[in-house]
């Protein structure tokens, strides 16, 4: 068997998924066919429909493009079922019925931004940089029932570095996770349809298994209360997007929504502080918390630009006499 021979199905939606796309096409790999989200409604009144980055890729190389409403949908799964994939490979996409996993003979891997088991689920990413690690990595495994369990077929680690932010980890993941899906279909295609995984249960060590959640608003919101380096890898691991938020309140009660992208850590400093209070520094912006202080040095303002430190205190005269909670 040769990768021109292997029917491939590729499911993906977010410029993530482009990467591993792109890969394959370039690399002369037969994608038959792309499986990607609908459309998305954009615009004051959604009247404006913006197609996934797959999709954008797919019909720039003529690659026919499916997008099911719903997995178990039997019209789409007939319509899938016509292009005979030998192997359907899965980065940055919705969980699969069995109907659609199970239907290649070679099955269908997925591409998982971590190091399973660690990091089950929809941001591993950002969960990895909030929680201070200093190595993730990428990780294929074939799909089953249940969420990011199945067979692992191998892993790959990257490096965080202290002062790396989630677009960092991001691209070099991206990139990554695109060489391993290669690798992994140039091992399937070695051994004609047969590649070796193991179990997640085999891997599983005394370590905490952390979990990755999808993010909502109120998960990015900043606790003060933390300890310097914990705030820090708060930040880092919610920027650029979708970006830490406080509240700022004023002595008079007013509140300001801000995005916070960046800070430094300074444990120890304004230690005993109440936390939230702010203190300025020549162009410095400090907050206290639990342990010392956090440097904000990228931030915005509700309905303003994004700006560095020394620009928001320009506008902010009386910036001590507000908080934070």
């Not at 980890?169 to 060489?179: H, P, Q």
């Not at 249960?201 to 003060?224: N, Q």
């Not at 800070?263 to 209070?277: D, F, P, V």
Request: proline share 6%; with cysteine; glycine share 8%.
């Amino acid at each position: 068997m040769t990768k021109e021979d292997l029917r491939i199905v590729f499911m993906g939606t977010p410029e993530f998924a482009v990467e591993t796309l792109k890969s394959l096409v370039e690399g002369g790999y037969n994608v038959v066919a792309v499986v990607t989200q609908p459309d998305k409604p954009v615009g004051r009144h959604g009247n404006t429909l913006q197609p996934p980055e797959v999709k954008r890729y797919a019909l720039q190389h003529d690659i026919p493009v499916l997008q099911p409403v719903k997995m178990k949908d039997p019209e789409f799964v007939e319509q899938l079922r016509t292009y005979n994939a030998d192997l359907q490979v899965v980065v940055a996409f919705r969980m699969l019925p069995e109907v659609v996993w199970a239907m290649p003979r070679f099955g269908t891997f997925n591409v998982h931004a971590a190091l399973l088991p660690q990091y089950r689920g929809a941001a591993p990413i950002n969960w990895a940089v909030i929680n201070g690690e200093t190595t993730t990595g990428v990780t294929t495994f074939f799909l089953d029932h249940d969420i990011d369990t199945g067979r692992v077929i191998m892993k790959r680690p990257f490096d965080i570095p202290d002062d790396a932010d989630v677009e960092y980890v991001y691209d070099g993941l991206m990139r990554l996770g695109a060489e391993a899906a290669l690798d992994t279909i140039d091992r399937i295609i070695a051994g004609n349809g047969h590649v070796d995984s193991i179990p997640q249960e085999e891997m599983v060590t005394d370590a905490t298994l952390h979990t990755a959640p999808k993010i909502f608003k109120d998960t990015c919101r900043i606790s003060w209360q933390l300890p310097a380096k914990q705030v820090y890898d708060f930040v880092r691991g919610l920027s650029p997007y979708p970006g830490a938020w406080a509240n700022l309140v004023g002595s008079d009660g007013k509140v300001v929504v801000v995005k916070v992208f960046a800070t430094r850590k300074h444990a120890g400093k304004y230690e005993n502080q109440s936390a939230g209070k702010i203190f300025v520094e020549k162009n410095h912006l400090f907050v206290a918390v639990a342990d010392g202080a956090v440097e904000i040095t990228s931030l915005q303002m509700a309905g303003k630009k994004r700006m560095d430190a020394a620009s928001f205190l320009n506008g902010m005269r009386n910036i001590t006499e507000w908080s934070f909670e």
